[in-house]
């Protein structure tokens, strides 16, 4: 049972232009939501993070999207660059879990020059 | 300088033998947690502890088992019961087990021989 979806397992995109990345989920009782961006052979990074009262929370070049009612979250990267490229995880929690996380599969990025 | 020290980076495993994997952490963070990664998969995880001593059970923990005698340390053994062991590993802390925001080490990638 996938509760956090990726289902675009790569996404290609020019540099400059934007990148968006799309995550879907099943149960409504997440409230919280994170992204994190991971190279080969290591281990993901925290990029940026949305509270379920919020629908938009942004960080420089990145800009993450909150759709509660579609239970659908989106990254969005603009502009991109070479250095973006990489393995990018969803995850959500649920406070009555005590918080932990679940991942999506990710999403492979390729920002070509 | 914080982190989390994973080691070693490349592990090989016999048939029907144990392994164990190192974590350490000097963020002086009470949560810690092991993930695997699988290609194609979100990360699964296996166990995670709230405070020395304790460790509750992930999504799949069947095959492997792990200790929390210090703060700083959770290491997780592979036994001969995983029959599926082949994974890369991910060590994660966050200051409490309700904090979101994990900090992973750099992995570790299990293969058997």
């Known amino acids: 049972d996938q509760q956090v979806k990726q289902n675009s397992p790569s996404l290609s995109v020019q540099e400059g232009r934007i990148s968006i990345l799309n995550c879907d989920y099943t149960n409504s009782m997440f409230d919280y939501f994170l992204w994190y961006k991971k190279y080969p052979a290591e281990g993901p990074t925290f990029l940026i993070s949305?509270?379920?009262?919020?629908d938009k929370n942004e960080d420089g070049r990145f800009t993450v999207f909150l759709n509660k009612s579609a239970k659908h979250l989106s990254l969005h990267i603009v502009p991109s660059q070479p250095g973006d490229s990489a393995v990018y995880f969803c995850a959500a929690s649920d406070d009555n879990q005590g918080g932990k996380l679940i991942f999506g599969q990710g999403t492979e990025l390729s920002v070509k020059p | 300088d914080g982190g989390i020290t994973q080691s070693p980076k490349y592990l090989f495993r016999k048939e029907g033998q144990n392994v164990t994997l190192s974590c350490e952490q000097n963020l002086n963070h009470d949560a810690m947690y092991w993930y695997r990664q699988d290609p194609g998969q979100g990360l699964r995880l296996i166990y995670y502890?709230?405070?020395?001593?304790?460790?509750q059970k992930g999504d799949i923990a069947e095959g492997y088992s792990v200790s929390r005698e210090k703060k700083e340390s959770f290491p997780l053994t592979v036994t001969s019961a995983q029959k599926n062991p082949t994974a890369f590993y991910l060590c994660?802390?966050?200051?409490?087990?309700?904090?979101?925001?994990?900090?992973f080490g750099s992995g570790t990638q299990l293969s058997v021989l």
């Open positions: 994660a802390s966050s200051e409490t087990v309700t904090n979101e925001k994990l900090f």
């Open positions: 949305i509270s379920s009262i919020k």
């Open positions: 502890s709230q405070i020395v001593n304790d460790f």
